[in-house]
């Protein structure tokens, strides 16, 4: 498991060297156009090129959505008549490939900032153009009239696994092949299925998606009596063992975590067995 240090404001790389491999620290500072003083830099994610996507957050609490790419960052706009909310959510939904495509999320505008009521839409940043993905279905929550779809990964190729979620007939899943949808599971038809922690991607380049069944319960213990991980390709269902699944990568290992004693403990399925890491908190592969 390669280990990727990303830590407010600043990000390390690893110089390969032919001697040693001391690490190169960039600070991640605000785009020129952000000239306020006191203006902060957060990042979320890292691609093997070393680019990353945060956001700088102005005073006294606006977030601005930026890509950086060798340390220096262009901020990324956002689609006219909507709003750019995830630099408030600490829970993930931002990525960024190997390509420099970035996945986020925004929210349509109804004149109150940072509803929960706004309707929520994929966003989809490619050379800094925005793209904002269109809804799977024409499910809305009943409560509310409204579509909420939510990005839980990316891969190289640009494919995006997408959410819907709301009432349980908007339950689905979904892979964006670029130009239309594939349906995955659709919770309505009986499926059991649910993607856990989404700070990572749950997609790989080989559209295989690590995702949790929850056959007894929501818990993810670390025994198979409440929440399973397991990967799904296409719509095979491979169980793996108890917890929660955090990221798959493209040896299909993936990296879980479960709870023991109110504590987090984290694994790894290295493809043949479950490898256990001990007590800590998130981790990427």
């Known amino acids: 498991m390669s280990k990727i240090l990303i830590a407010a404001a600043v990000f390390l790389t690893v110089a390969h060297t032919a001697v040693a491999q001391p690490y190169n620290a960039q600070i991640l500072l ?5 000239n306020q003083p006191g203006a902060l830099t957060n990042p979320f994610a890292m691609n093997e090129s070393g680019q990353v996507f945060g956001e700088v957050i102005l005073y006294p609490n606006d977030h601005r959505p930026v890509l950086w790419t ?7 706009p956002v689609p006219a008549g909507y709003y750019w ?3 408030f959510d600490p829970n993930g939904y931002q990525f960024v490939n190997n390509s420099g ?21 994929v966003v989809v940043w490619q050379n800094g153009v925005p793209q904002v993905l269109p809804p799977p279905d024409s499910c809305a929550q009943s409560s509310t ?11 190289n190729v640009g494919h995006i696994l997408v959410g819907t979620f709301g009432d349980t007939p908007c339950g689905k899943l979904w892979l964006w092949d670029g130009s239309g949808y594939q349906l995955f599971f659709d919770i309505a038809n009986g499926a059991t299925f649910n993607i856990g922690t989404a700070a990572r991607t749950h997609l790989n380049d080989a559209d295989h998606v690590a995702i949790d069944r929850l056959p007894g319960g929501l818990s993810p213990g670390c025994d198979s009596n409440g929440t399973i991980t397991g990967t799904m390709i296409g719509t ?9 699944a955090l990221q798959i990568n493209n040896h299909d290992q993936v990296g879980l975590y479960c709870t023991m004693a109110s504590q987090l403990r984290l694994k790894l399925w290295d493809g043949a067995a479950v490898v256990d890491l001990g007590y800590g908190g998130y981790a990427s592969m």
């Open 30 to 34: 605000p785009p020129s156009e952000f």
């Open 70 to 76: 060798d340390g220096v960052g262009v901020a990324l």
């Open 85 to 87: 909310t995830d630099g």
């Open 101 to 121: 495509l970035v996945v986020s999320r925004v929210r349509i505008a109804n004149g109150i900032p940072n509803s929960n009521w706004d309707e929520q839409r």
């Open 145 to 155: 009239g409204h579509q909420f779809v939510t990005p839980f990964g990316v891969n």
């Open 236 to 244: 095979e269902f491979t169980p793996i063992t108890g917890g929660s």
